[in-house]
Structures are given as C-alpha cells and as structure tokens.
C-alpha cells in the first residue's frame, strides 16, 4: 500500500476489515476507495440541491468515490452514496451524474434500504451499550460499523442491501425527476443516460455493467420517467458553464491518473491547450516520470488560474511523489492558503513538512495532523503520519496511540487494542488520549469478541 499518496490517492478506509473478518481478497483490495478533494467537492456541489430537494440533511448523507472502471452507482444503510469512478467518465454532461445521483438519492428519502438493513443497525448500537460505550462513541463509532459490515463483503459491487425491486426503482426514478425539477434542474439527463445504456437490456446479466444489473432498463420504465420529466418547466435547463467545466476537469484528473500515460496522451494530444487536456498531460507526465514536462502543463495552468488550489495542489503531489519534498512545501501550502482547512491538503502538507531535519516543521505537521483528524477522525493516513510525527519527537506513547486510532480506522482491531494497550502504560490518565485508548480497547475487544462467537456458532 502506498502511504504516500493524499491526493486522488487510494484510501483503503474500512476495506481492509475484509482481511480481517472472512477471505482476503485481492479484489476487495483492488476497489478500493479514492479520495481526492476537489473530486469531492464537485460531487458535493452536485449533489447538495438534489439532497436538499429530497429533504435530507446533506451534512449526513455520505459521497465515496470507488475506484472501479465499471459502470455502477449504490446506496447502503447510514445515508452513504458510492459512485464508481466508470460512472463518472460515462457521465457525458452533469445533469447525467446528477441524474444518477438523484435516483440513489430517491433510494434514500424513500427509504428503500431502512427496512432491509434494520436488523444490523440496532445490533450494532445493542453491542456498544452494552459493553458501556458512550452515545458519542456510538455514533461516531457507526461509520465505522458501516465500513465493517461492507468489508465483510467480497465486493463494493456484490453488496446487496438495497431491496431492487422494479417498484423500488420507479420509484426512484420519479422521486430524482422531483428532485431535479424542485432544485430547478432537469430531469432530461437521467433520460439521456438510461438511453445511452438501453443496449445493455439486450446483454446477458453477466455482461452488463453493475449498475444495470441491479436496475434494469426497460421501456416503460424509461417512458415513465419521460412523462413527468417532459413535463417540467425546467426540462430544457441546461448545465451551468461551471458545473460542465468541473465535469471535464474531473475526468481529465481520473483519466490522468487511471489510464495508461499513452491513452492519456491520445485523448488529449499536445496539440490540445485545454485546460483539461494540460490538467490530464501534467498527470500523465508525471507517471511517465516526465517531471519537466509535468511542471510545464501544471505552470501553464497556475499562470492562467493563479488562485485556483488543486493546480497547486497537483504540483506539490507531482514535486513531492517524485522526491522532491522540499520543493513540494511551497505549492501545497498555497494550495492550503486557497482552500484553507481542507484536511486531505493539512495531510500532505504534514508528510512533506515530517520529512524536514527541523524540530519546527514536525512540531507544525503535528499541529496540522490534528487539525485534520478533527475534521476527519477516520482518517488512518492522518493518524499514521502524526505517529511519525511523535515518533520523530521522541513522544513514544503518544506515537503509540496514532497507531493504535490508524489501525482501529483500518479496521485492525487486534493491533488497535494491543496499541492501544501499551500506549496507556505510558500516558497519563488524565489526558483525552488515554480516555480515547480505553474507547478503543472496549470497541475493538467487543468486536473481535463478537466476531469471535459468531465464527463458532453452529447453525440453528
Ligand atoms: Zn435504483
């Protein structure tokens, strides 16, 4: 695994409970989820009218990104949303994307998965009461419960919580045509992406993309989401110039990452001065290990968008990824200085100002780290680095305890407890940490206990 890399970096969070808990499997490892700040914040902008629209709070409905070439989009129990990286290239316009995402959305407001998922949930909360864990605990633990429950699935894709039922997915289809008109947009673009796949009605199950396996087109299903939709007066609504914009550069950032550098270089050719065609060049260039040709296309852009993060942002991963760690430390405290609070930009700044020989530029990548843990408590690439940062301090038992909060949020309950364990040796008791070291050790012992008399129950 590779810890170096922040941005659209592949973020194994929760799946490697999967190793843990039944079979490993390489392709559990292999869709894994893929964390990028600007990705996320596109899909957020997306997708906070349309949660509104349905009436959810959108601070508690989850985006995450997988990392999957193949088609498919889903929604499991806790408000979380996965959308498939294939999804996002298929998308020709936003209002396709939004149309997806308003659907899965209308799988949520219409509670299409409470009732299936029920039983888990309150076990779940049973186990941590009883083991006399804190309401804070529990819920904070909850996402974490959801990360276990999917690790114990082979697949993102195999996962089948939600009950797909034809009525289910009418339903969802009116509820994202609502959605889309109430947040004045249009609904055409669901339309236009059903139609794009309608030749996959004709393939056999197994050659369909997940996403049409689990909702299967049919005409009168199309027809039906056609009706209401024709229907709106914002039918003909087209994007907005920003939303398309964000879209391509989105897909230029994927496509620089996941595909061959020559794909790459095909589809956006030198002589294409786009922005998207130099954002996708700068990436593939610099996994070509291209580094003079990586910095041009990424300078091109920063000289046309001085305040834009992400450009700077990419120039400190493509200067720190190819060793140049001290270089890396200007742009990604720009990028900082533009989206400031941004966590996953507080991580990379942290692990490039760690490497530094000055007691002063670890002493601030710990204050980053934290900084950023507030924000995302499950972050195992944050508490990973904050233990090198106390290990570089000589703080040992604090280093233990990063550890200990990077293995739990991994999933790895036995290092987590026994981490945990020797971290409180050594700490005071009167500090929030060995308070949190005891949580983990309660959590995690419960759990593996758990799964424990689970494995060894006969069969009624
Ligand atoms: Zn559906």
Known sequence: MNFRR????????????SCLIGSITVSAMAQSLLRDTEI??????????????AGLNDDSVDLYIVNDNSLNAFVTRGQNIFLHTGLILESETPNQL?????????????GHLARSDYGTR??????????????????????????????????FGALEFLAYTRTNESAADQYAAQYMERSGQSGQGLIDFFDKFRYQEVLSQAKRYPYFRSHPLSSSRIDALREVVEESPYTDTPDSELDSTRLEMTKAKLRGFLDAPQLVFSRYPETDSSREARYARAVAYFRSASL??????????????PDNAYFHELKGQILYESGQGEQAIGPIRKALELRPNAPLFQIMLAQALIEQDSNESVQEAIDL??????????NSYGWYYLSQGYGRINQEALAKYAIAEQAYNMGDLQ???????????????NIPQWRRASDIIVIADTQLAQKKSKRYKPKP
């Open 6 to 17: 922040t941005s659209l970096s592949l973020f194994f969070r929760g799946l490697l409970a």
């Open 40 to 53: 996320e914040e596109t899909l957020r902008d997306y997708s906070t009218p349309i949660f509104r629209a």
């Open 98 to 110: 939004k149309g997806v995402i308003a659907h899965e959305a209308g799988h949520i407001a219409g």
């Open 122 to 155: 309150s076990a779940y909360g049973a186990m941590l009461l009883a083991a006399g864990v804190g309401l804070a605990a529990i819920l904070a633990g909850e996402g974490q419960a959801g990360a276990l429950i999917l690790g114990g699935s082979t697949q």
């Open 292 to 305: 003079k040709n990586a910095i041009f296309e990424i300078d091109e852009l920063i000289k046309l968008e």
């Open 369 to 378: 780290l934290k900084l950023a843990l507030t924000n995302e408590p499950e």
């Open 415 to 429: 290092r987590a407890s026994s981490f945990a364990r020797r971290a409180q040796e050594d700490l005071p008791r």
